[in-house]
RNA sequence: GGUCAGUUGGCCGAGUGGCUAGGCAGCGGUCUGCAAAACCGUUUACGGCGGUUCGAAUCCGCCACCGACCUCCA
């Protein structure tokens, strides 16, 4: 098997051949999710690309440690380390404490990602639950001289930082450029530079979730969480760091800054940015109003959705798509994806049922190459789809006897099927066919029936029959001698 | 204004300096009593204008449009 894995390097813009620090392990880093409002369908997104490359690289061998976080402390809103805690605001708003909007939308977070079939992390860890090792963190960057406080706050001090590292690297941005663009100082403002960020906030008298420092009451910075989790469960050095492009110039670029003040490494090798979501051509937001939430997506209860879609055939959408391509959603897109998705399924199906001939007569070796190929080539799945379309084609050729496939083959092409297909895609049937004993008996003597009558040339009676059951969802195929029948939705 | 992406056929979406991804939809056909499913065939696209090249949708430049982040505003 081909290992030569290339992954594509935000850090470095171009595509490199993946080699882990310490083979055969693999560290990877995913910023999770701020846990104070059910998840948006952009960050589902970016967990389900993640899901994917976690999988293969389990397919590969790789001993995998997947460390994906929870924000639940620390998030200022306008991440600008001024205005309210997401939580404080929305604990209000509901009238609850901030740890019961925490537990409230950690479970559902946690219940969306079940529902597409993502595989847990190996290691989920809470900001909350890592405030000392913030604070230890902090204390050694003050140390080394980056950080300094001021008035029961810590904030990184950016400029003198960029003096002896490259600050703006992950966006290929100069800091002379950043600085032109912000505005001056306010005069109670306690940062010494204008880009100066926050790794510990004084807390305020009505502030509810706060903890004592060496510095006081507070709590800390949003970007210092994964900095410190990283290092504590990755090391100072790891592998892979991922998220959403929209972390990339601010929160990824403090991350790499903090880590390298603190122990003067650098923290990431690749770092792994993947694309927005996109409804209707415009990113999608909740101040747009173009904003859709998972169960929304599932249930069709939206404006902007003429009806629902299962998990599965959204998680076979993004599946097309490249995780750095934006990725647009549309009722025709997804109807589309759909119809796809089923024909996928089914052909699995299919595929279990095919007898083995003494000769191929299809090249299943190339199909799985090519397979392979796709995947090492920065988890490219639309091709992989592409491909698995192919083997789509063959199993109903051979299954229509136009083609012919050998014993090895079939094993080696029901083997390729259930690697990439469930493996790897991470993707499931779902078709709706769990009948009782009753049901399914029902339709059989019904259907016999209606044989009778198609052998007596009663068309009418057949037909009548037909479309009654396909009306209730059951769909009918005729076959040489008998049929098939299947219930649908 | 700055930085970085992108603009592909009816829709979604890959990709590559020459060998026409794939899915969905459409059309024609095979099969079928008729269907469905499946299969076969079919519609040859790469924002505009220049340049490099034997050859560019693919490389370079300019322009237009769209997006993200920063800024601004909240």
């Given at each position: 098997m081909d290992k030569n894995l290339i992954i594509y390097n935000t850090l470095t813009r171009k595509k490199e051949v993946f080699e882990p620090l310490n083979p055969p392990f693999v560290g990877i880093y995913v910023c999770g999710p701020t846990v104070y409002s059910d998840v948006h369908l952009g960050n589902c997104r970016t967990f389900i690309s993640f899901d994917l490359i976690y999988r293969y690289l389990l397919h590969l061998g790789y001993k995998v440690r997947y460390v994906r976080n929870i924000t639940d402390a620390g998030h200022l809103e306008g991440?600008?380390?001024?205005?309210?805690d997401k939580f404080a605001k929305k604990a209000k708003l509901e009238q609850l404490e901030p740890m019961e909007i925490v537990q409230k939308y950690t479970l559902s977070f946690h219940e969306i990602m079940s529902i597409f079939n993502t595989l847990p992390p190996s290691i989920e860890p809470t900001a909350i639950g890592h405030i000392s090792e913030q604070i230890e963190m902090i204390k050694e960057i003050i140390k080394n001289g980056y950080a300094y406080e001021k008035d029961g706050a810590v904030y990184f001090d950016v400029e003198k930082y960029s003096k002896a590292h490259p600050y703006g690297q992950l966006t290929n941005r100069k800091l002379e450029d950043l600085l032109e663009g912000t505005r001056d100082l306010s005069g109670?403002?306690?940062?010494?530079?204008?880009l100066d960020f926050a790794l510990w906030i004084k807390s305020k008298?009505?502030?509810?979730m706060k903890w004592p420092s060496p510095w006081g009451w507070g709590f800390p910075g949003w970007h210092i969480e994964c900095s410190a989790m990283s290092t504590k469960y990755l090391g100072e050095q790891f592998d892979i760091h991922g998220g959403g492009m929209d972390l990339q110039a601010t929160h990824h670029t403090n991350e790499i800054a903090q880590s390298q003040a603190c122990s003067?490494?650098?923290?990431?090798k690749y770092w792994m940015h993947t694309n927005m979501l996109t409804v209707n051509g415009t990113r999608m937001s909740k101040s747009a109003g173009n904003g859709f939430l998972p169960g929304e997506l599932f249930t069709?209860?939206?404006?902007?959705?003429e009806r629902g879609y299962s998990p599965m055939v959204i998680r076979f959408f993004m599946a097309q798509s490249h995780y750095r391509s934006t990725l647009d959603f549309s009722n025709e897109a997804l109807q589309g994806a759909e119809k796809g998705f089923y024909k996928l399924m089914k052909a699995g199906e299919t595929l279990n049922k095919l007898t083995s001939a003494?000769?191929?007569?299809?090249?299943i070796k190339e199909l799985e190459e090519n397979c392979y190929k796709a995947m090492n080539d920065d988890f490219n799945s639309p091709i992989l789809v592409s491909h698995l379309f192919e083997a789509v084609r063959i199993i109903n050729l051979v299954n229509d006897s136009k083609e012919m496939i050998n014993l090895e083959d079939l094993e080696r092409l029901k083997k390729l099927f259930k690697v990439f297909v469930f493996d790897i895609l991470g993707l499931k049937d779902d078709l709706a066919k769990e009948s009782s004993d009753l049901t399914g008996n029902l339709i059989d003597l019904i259907l016999n029936l209606r044989l009778d009558a198609k052998k007596n040339k009663d068309f009418a009676t057949s037909d009548k029959i037909r479309n009654h059951l396909t009306d209730m969802g059951v769909v009918i195929k005729d076959t040489k001698d008998g049929f098939e029948w299947e219930i649908t939705n």
């Open positions: 991440d600008r380390d001024e205005g309210e109670q403002d306690e940062k010494k530079g204008r008298p009505e502030t509810l003067n490494t650098a923290p990431v069709g209860n939206h404006p902007l959705l003494h000769e191929s007569t299809v090249n």
